[in-house]
Nanobody, 123 residues
Framework: QVQLIESGGGLVQAGGSLRLSCAAS????????MGWFRQAPEKEREFVAA????????KYADSVKGRFTISRDNAKNTVDLQMNTLKPEDTAVYFC????????????????WGQGTQVTVSS
């Protein structure tokens, strides 16, 4: 099992940027496909982005394509989410997740989750 800790959330104005980071420990990081999900109040958890084990493959939700970039550093056991041109509708708790499956946007495939970090975008 891998343990995940997110950081980098905060309050930002619309149009601004934030960079989230997720640090992994407890298992071989390169075994895992990594994903970012988010959950707004009274809404279901939704897929944001995912990256394959070696970083070559990525997948994004349509709502963030062109604005968010996922990356990973297997030497440092970290996965980042660079968020640009943020919108108020991006406000949510953002979760880092890990799966041994191939790249997927299904939250049910991810068995390891962090505690989440709050991102608030003001208008």
């Amino acid at each position: 099992q891998v343990q995940l800790i997110e950081s980098g959330g905060g309050l930002v104005q619309a149009g601004g940027s934030l960079r989230l980071s997720c640090a992994a420990s407890g298992d071989t990081f390169s075994r895992y496909t990594m994903g970012w999900f988010r959950q707004a109040p009274e809404k279901e958890r939704e897929f944001v982005a995912a990256i394959g084990r070696n970083g070559a493959a990525t997948k994004y939700a349509d709502s963030v394509k062109g604005r968010f970039t996922i990356s990973r550093d297997n030497a440092k056991n970290t996965v980042d989410l660079q968020m640009n041109t943020l919108k108020p509708e991006d406000t949510a708790v953002y979760f880092c997740a890990a799966t041994t499956w191939t790249i997927t946007n299904s939250p049910n495939a991810y068995g390891n989750w962090g505690q989440g970090t709050q991102v608030t975008v003001s208008s």
